[in-house]
């Protein structure tokens, strides 16, 4: 069975950090690229980061590069968001995200990230940022 388990979530003040945790299961962690989207009420999802197996050139959202730092613990199966500076903007649900890694994506202009929202996704956490 595959599982994307997010952990991490909570409140935290403006200006302050939090790490979201995806533990990974069920699938071949070192073929997927794994990311994080985001939705805030009544905003459209949004992908926040994605990291591909190679772990070259992360994408991050113009909205939290420079902030947020992704990266992946393959003996572990997991991928971390490091978000710092959070600003409340940045309240949301949070989704962990898999695809198959395929590296024709990333040139592809139809698609910001190799992670499309296709595969496997997490059920979510709240992370609720205030000023």
């Known amino acids: 069975e595959v599982q994307l388990v997010e952990s991490g979530g909570g409140l935290v003040q403006a200006g302050g950090s939090l790490r979201l945790s995806c533990a990974a299961s069920?699938?071949?962690?070192?073929?997927?690229?794994i990311g994080w989207f985001r939705q805030a009420p009544g905003k459209e999802r949004e992908g926040v980061s994605c990291?591909?197996?190679?772990?070259?050139?992360?994408y991050y959202a113009d909205s939290v590069k420079g902030r947020f730092t992704i990266s992946s613990d393959n003996a572990k199966s997991t991928v971390y968001l490091q978000m710092n500076n959070v600003k409340p903007e940045d309240t949301a649900v949070y989704y962990c995200?898999?695809?198959?890694?395929?590296?024709?994506?990333?040139?592809?202009?139809?698609?910001?990230?190799?992670?499309?929202?296709?595969?496997?996704w997490g059920k979510g956490i709240q992370v609720t940022v205030s000023s």
């Open positions: 995200q898999a695809d198959l890694y395929a590296p024709w994506v990333a040139a592809h202009p139809i698609y910001k990230s190799n992670c499309r929202g296709l595969d496997y």
């Open positions: 069920g699938f071949r962690f070192d073929k997927y690229a």
């Open positions: 990291i591909t197996p190679k772990d070259d050139s992360p």
